[in-house]
């Protein structure tokens, strides 16, 4: 395995699909690749937008994005992987995590069982079951 791609929406679920990967890339040497996807903005988002002078919402929108994916790579860096990647989308979750692994050749996608979704109290995530569905590498969904 070459290529591991972990989805991170910075909520707890997708920390521990960002350890569990990262442990997984160390032991394989693979690159690992954190994709974060803005799709949706909760309301304590919303909040810290509204504190925000003089700056567009795509502009404060690519950098809650940046802020989750450098969070994601100190978590990451923890545990040892070599080589880290970055990469924020935006779209339909499923979607652009699916096409991110295609587009590096991810040979396994790792997600949290849930994110920050309003609807995180179904048994599993509709992006993680889509991912489960759809993907045409392995996927693994972290509880």
């Known amino acids: ?9 910075g909520s707890e679920g997708a920390g521990r699909a960002v350890d569990a990967a990262a442990r997984l ?18 309301d304590e988002e919303l909040g810290r937008i509204a ?3 003089n700056s567009s919402i795509g502009e ?19 545990l040892g992987p070599l080589s880290i990647h970055l990469k924020s989308r935006s779209g339909d979750l499923a979607q652009a995590i699916l096409d991110t692994a295609g587009e590096i050749g991810a040979e ?9 979704s309003r609807l995180a109290g179904i048994l599993l995530g509709s ?6 569905s759809l993907a045409s590498c392995m996927v693994v969904i972290v509880p």
């Not at 395995?1 to 929406?9: E, G, N, P, Y």
């Not at 032991?27 to 909760?42: C, H, K, P, T, Y």
Request: aromatic letters at 4%.
């Open 25 to 42: 890339a160390a032991e394989l040497r693979a690159e690992l690749w954190i994709v974060n996807v803005m799709d949706g903005i909760s």
């Open 127 to 132: 992006v993680s079951q889509k991912l489960a």
């Open 51 to 53: 504190q925000v002078e």
């Open 108 to 116: 396994a996608i790792f997600a949290g069982k849930r994110g920050r």
């Open 60 to 78: 404060v929108v690519g950098a809650l994005s940046d802020q989750i994916l450098l969070a994601a790579k100190d978590r990451a860096l923890r």
């Open 1 to 9: 395995m070459k290529r591991i791609l972990v989805a991170t929406d």
